[in-house]
């Protein structure tokens, strides 16, 4: 590999790290009484900015909602609807993949939105229309 190529790879990975660490620092602040499942969610915006998010649950049970769609919603309302990448973390399991309503939520910005995932120790990014395949759109 070249240097250029493994400069580019190192600088990667390092940027998803920063990701992660900021969707685990920021579980901590998830309110999940019912649950117990404390998620919290990093986006990375096209303009450079991350956006973080945990989720809120409610008595209500359905009123309850995901870190991702707390983060998107945190983006939009500064503006930013456009996205690079995103890391889901639960404070027991680690990096989690999206459930079906956010990734619905999360196609209406981004189709080639990334979700960081851990395989063998090393981060990898899947894309969202990977997971989310002929998606409903108006
Ligand atoms: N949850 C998220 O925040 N994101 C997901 O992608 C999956 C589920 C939350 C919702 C609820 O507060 C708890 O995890 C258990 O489902």
Redesign the pocket.
């Known amino acids: 590999m070249s240097q250029k190529k493994k400069v580019n790879n190192k600088k990667k990975e390092q940027d998803l790290e920063l990701l992660v660490g900021l969707a685990k620092q920021i579980c901590k602040n998830a309110y999940?009484p019912y649950?117990n499942?404390h998620?919290g969610a990093a986006l990375l915006g096209k303009n450079g900015k991350i956006y973080t998010g945990v989720?809120v649950?409610n008595a209500s049970y359905g009123l309850?909602i995901?870190?991702?769609r707390s983060s998107l919603t945190k983006a939009v309302s500064e503006s930013c609807k456009k996205f690079i990448a995103i890391a889901?973390f639960e404070k027991k399991r680690g990096l989690?993949?999206?459930?079906g309503a956010?990734r619905q939520v999360l196609m209406e910005f981004s189709p080639s939105l990334k979700i960081v995932v851990k395989i063998q120790n090393r981060y990898e990014l899947l894309s969202l229309e990977e997971l989310l395949p002929k998606a409903f759109s108006l």
């Open positions: 999940a649950s499942f998620v989720n649950e309850t995901c870190a991702e889901i989690i993949l999206p459930c956010c």
